[in-house]
């Protein structure tokens, strides 16, 4: 859908087969995907957004790599549950686009990132990567739900 809406720019990269160890490759030059992780991440920081769809699971890595690059992940929901909901409004932080909305998703791109504006933009980029240091990073994130668990007795 993305592709077809002649407006958007993607800049897409096309593998035939799932990368996700490929994050072994940050860590080894050597490692037989190191040229995949590369790319991944140079087009990670190239594009002002990206698209985080679910993998295997009803999550997305690339939702979080997003946030910790200071880019904007064009989120599609397809119902899943991110977390600190209770804390983090989501939707300040993402392109939001419903599954039912995919064939759409082009148009609707366009019509929130021309909402934002150039300084909010900015600062929604930010934005994002100060939420990833202050709440996603692993050990911040541990700190805080075992913090909650222990004073209000549930989890974030």
Wanted: hydrophobic share 40%.
């Amino acid at each position: 859908s993305l592709r077809r809406d002649g407006a958007v720019n993607c800049a897409f990269i096309e593998r035939s087969s799932y990368l996700g160890s490929a994050t072994l490759a940050a860590f080894d030059r050597r490692h037989r995907l190191a040229s995949a992780r590369k790319d991944f991440l140079e087009n990670l920081f190239d594009c002002p957004y990206n698209i985080c769809v679910r993998g295997k699971g009803n999550h997305s890595v690339r939702f979080y790599e997003t946030l910790a690059a200071g880019r904007i992940p064009l989120f599609v929901n397809t119902g899943c549950v991110l977390p600190l909901a209770s804390e983090i409004d989501w939707r300040q932080h993402a392109l939001w686009i419903e599954e039912c909305e995919i064939p759409r998703i082009g148009e609707l791109a366009r019509l929130q990132h021309g909402a934002i504006g150039p300084e909010r933009f900015a600062a929604m980029q930010r934005a994002n990567r100060e939420l990833w240091e202050r709440y996603l990073r692993p050990l911040p994130f541990f700190r805080h739900v075992l913090s909650v668990a222990a004073n209000e007795g549930r989890a974030p």
